[in-house]
């Protein structure tokens, strides 16, 4: 296949190029460099600067690359994803998340491009119903960016009914790690997710690290969540290509375990390596207590269920952390 990356120089784009690589395709990418970093690009892909919100850059690149060989597959990966900053920055977030994925889509259209691949959000499904959300779950955002993802799903949904593409959309739950080779994981300043920072914090990067909450509904009364590994996570997105390509069909599902562990847990993984100074502190706001993926769909139409646990997770996020240290 040929595909092209949008977002591809980022932490889960940069994962996804690497696995398309391994898998035997050719890879274009497309980024702004805006969070993402040119040296996170695969050497065998090939690299374009280039704004999904501006549609003259995406079509003069879809031009020149489509003049070749039209691109089987698209991927979008160009989102704005902290949930704080979502909520100061509402505007932007709607303008780069939404328009951009509209602008994407046009584009396509005109170029004839059939098959799209999108990332979307657990944050769907805001405070869930249910202990493990299911694709037929109510959706329910309860800050921004969730409502972005969501608003982009439904223009996916509509605009590929309407001109005949397809979509594969694949709500991802809480990804942490790095690709085994290290030559890619996440590396940026303030990070603020649970895995990092208490990596970061176990390696002596930060002086300690705050528990945000414990008195939630939950075995130990912090936090659950569910985790996965970005190379599990990368590779069903070239799953859910070639599925696009050999059926002609749509699909939505979730990436997860089925499984949750709690924020202490995630301590105590990383303690059996390092000791973690932590604290209990507030509840953070805007934090569902749990949030556990069924994989059951993922499972039976793509036949992926994730090959890595927390405790390599976890080791995987340290020896990257320690490459990147000095
Ligand atoms: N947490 C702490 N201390 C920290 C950082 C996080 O206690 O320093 C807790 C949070 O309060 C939360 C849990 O760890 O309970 C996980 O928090 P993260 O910030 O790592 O991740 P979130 O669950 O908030 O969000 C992530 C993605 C979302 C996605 C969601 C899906 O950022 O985009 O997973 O489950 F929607």
Redesign the pocket.
Same mark, same amino acid.
């Given at each position: 296949m040929k595909v092209c990356v949008i977002g591809g120089a980022g932490y889960i784009g940069s994962h996804a190029v690497y696995e398309l690589i391994r898998d035997g395709h050719e890879v274009v990418v497309i980024d702004n460099l805006s969070t993402g970093k040119k040296e996170m690009v695969h050497k065998d892909a090939k690299f374009y600067l280039g704004d999904i919100t501006i549609a003259e850059n995406l079509k003069e690149i879809f031009k020149q690359e489509c003049e070749i060989k039209p691109f089987d597959v698209v991927m979008h990966f160009a989102a704005k994803?902290i949930?704080p900053e979502s909520v100061e920055q509402p505007l932007e977030y709607y303008y780069n998340n939404v328009e951009g994925v509209r602008i994407m889509l046009s584009v396509m259209k005109d170029f004839n491009i059939k098959n799209v691949v999108f990332s979307s959000?657990?944050?769907v499904y805001g405070e869930p119903e249910k202990e493990i959300c299911e694709e037929t779950d109510r959706t329910n955002p309860i800050n921004p960016?969730?409502e972005t993802k969501l608003a982009s799903e439904k223009l996916i949904k509509w605009v590929c009914e309407r001109y005949n593409m397809n979509y594969c959309i694949f709500r991802?739950?809480?990804v942490a790690g790095a690709d085994e080779s290290l030559e890619i994981g996440l590396n940026k300043d303030n990070l603020?997710? @649970?895995?990092p920072?208490t990596v970061q914090t176990a390696l002596g990067i930060r002086d300690k690290? @705050?528990?945000?909450?414990n008195d939630y509904d939950t075995k130990d009364g912090?936090?659950v969540?569910?985790y996965i590994h970005v190379s599990d996570l990368a590779y069903a997105h070239v799953l859910g290509a070639k599925y696009l390509v050999n059926n002609n069909k749509s699909l939505l599902v979730n990436l997860g375990s089925n499984e949750g562990y709690s924020?202490l847990e995630i301590i105590k993984e990383v303690e059996k390596y390092y000791k973690v100074n932590y604290e209990i502190g507030e509840r953070?706001a805007g934090?569902p207590a749990k949030?556990i993926a069924s994989n059951n769909k993922a499972k039976e139409l793509l036949g992926w269920t994730p090959k890595r646990n927390l405790s390599d997770i976890i080791k995987s996020d340290i020896n990257y952390r320690i490459k990147i240290k000095d």
């Open positions: 994803l949930v959000t657990a944050a960016y969730g991802y739950f809480n603020t997710h @649970i895995v920072v690290m @705050i528990v945000f909450g912090t936090c969540r569910d924020v953070r934090d949030l």
